[in-house]
């Protein structure tokens, strides 16, 4: 499993492991911004035959996608 | 010249923070990827401070990133993939030329590859190796600054820092090893945030030691820090002086400026522009 991100206010932590492909987003925002972020990571996460589970503390849109590629570099074996 | 007089340290893995480093006027934002961050968010931090610098806004400042040192196995990927995005390299524990050279390379290899502009490097002078050859890593036609670390510097030295005696020394060799290659010289970071009158006293004492500006932790600390670096109002009142007598005599075709019986010399002059332009910014 790999991990990205954190839990801090502004921020998403994202994670990566092994199995079928399944997206689970958790956002307390969920009502308002729910589909927008599920949008953003299938875009970026279609390719990715993984669990990818993505836990959102209000991160706006560039955050998420920079936790995103950093979790997705970081599944394919990319290291620091 | 590029005002510099404050210099904000963002830690690069806090998208909070980064989000908002550009309201607060700061001439200069360092979006930290160095001492900041942990080892085990090195990774993340890095590709978020490439988005930032892509979608936020940073206002008027300059948008800096601190790298990992040259010593470290994370500066080179650092430079690959934040350097089209920003406008200076801010370089660690430089300690010789050859580091600035290195660091050069690597520079000049990615804006090849992206078509882009050379961007600026500024090191930061921060061990007893680095402090002997400044004045050498001040030539490098790619440094605009130059700015030193007092935490690394007295422990290179093995002396607790708030006891150093050699500091002043450390500044005036600093601004020497700049101004002869007519840099900008940086002083160190302020770090104290809830005393804005000790922090006052620090930015004028810089600037009178001849610094363009100091280190700030704290949005609170850059309204402080750019009054001290205003010129008080003798200082803008005999610039004026200065400047009214200089077109005079420009008008009526004299080689010797005077001013109240005495000669005034083309670096007064000089001096007198520089200080009605800092008077003028804010």
Known sequence: ?80 | MKLRRTRLYIPGNNPHLVENAGLYGADVVILDLEDSVPITQKFDARILVKYSLQNVDFGKSEKWVRINGINTPYWKKDIEEILPYCDVINLPKVESLDDVDTADEEMSLIEDENGIEPRKLVPIIETVRGLKNAREIATHPRVVALAWGGEDLTADLGIPRKKALILDYVRAEIVLAAKAEKKQALDTVFSDVRNMDTLYQYAQRARYMGFDGIGVIHPNQIEVVHRAFRPTEDEIEEARKIIKAAKEAEREGKAVISLNGRMIDPPVVERARKILALAEVD
């Open chain 1, 1 to 80: 499993m790999v991990e990205a991100g954190t839990h801090e206010k502004g921020d998403v932590f994202v994670s990566i492991e092994d199995g079928k492909r399944e997206v689970i987003i958790k956002s307390k925002l969920e009502r308002l911004y729910g589909e927008a972020i599920r949008d953003t990571v299938e875009e970026l996460t279609r390719e990715i035959e993984a669990k990818i589970i993505v836990e959102d503390s209000g991160a706006l849109d560039w955050v998420l996608r920079a936790r995103l590629e950093a979790a997705i570099r970081k599944y394919r074996g990319e290291k620091i």
